[in-house]
Structures are given as structure tokens and as C-alpha cells.
């Protein structure tokens, strides 16, 4: 791996915005709600320069948007089904 293959383990909300490609203004205000909120989001490590843990990140997204998809097809299935 090159170091142009590297990916930090540890970002800051700026680099999580980018990569997330979440248009800014709603990002910010969503990491906000998301610090305040106990919903499992990755919180910043002090040990690690107040970043957050991107593998975490990622998995917090991946598991998100599978409950969203499956909360789509149960509706989808009972509209279907009345």
C-alpha cells in the first residue's frame, strides 16, 4: 500500500464531511444533533485530537441506512397488503 493508498483511521469533522459528500451546511448541523443526542454515533476522542474514529463512522452510516431500507419495505409491504 502507498502512502497515497493511506486512509486515517481518525478524521475531523471537516475530512467526515468530504468524505461523506453530505452538502456542509446540513452536515454540521446533523454532527451537532448527533453529539447531543445518545444515538451511537462515533463520538470525538481527546486522546486522538478530538477526531473520530472513520471505521465507526462508517459502520454507524451502514447500519442507519439498512434499518431506513428495511423500515421502507415493511411500509411497502403493509401498503401493499391493505
Known amino acids: 500500500m502507498s502512502e497515497a493508498d493511506f486512509e486515517p483511521q481518525y478524521v475531523t469533522d471537516a475530512e467526515l464531511i468530504r468524505r461523506s459528500g453530505i452538502p456542509v451546511h446540513k452536515a454540521r448541523r446533523l454532527l451537532r444533533e448527533f453529539d447531543r443526542l445518545?444515538?451511537?454515533?462515533?463520538?470525538?476522542?481527546?486522546?486522538?485530537g478530538?477526531?473520530?474514529?472513520?471505521?465507526s463512522?462508517?459502520?454507524?452510516?451502514?447500519?442507519?441506512?439498512?434499518?431506513?431500507v428495511a423500515s421502507t419495505q415493511r411500509r411497502t409491504t403493509n401498503d401493499k397488503a391493505a
Open 38 to 48: 445518545p444515538c451511537g454515533f462515533p463520538p470525538k476522542d481527546p486522546l486522538c
Open 50 to 55: 478530538n477526531r473520530r474514529h472513520w471505521p
Open 57 to 68: 463512522v462508517k459502520e454507524f452510516f451502514a447500519k442507519r441506512n439498512a434499518i431506513m
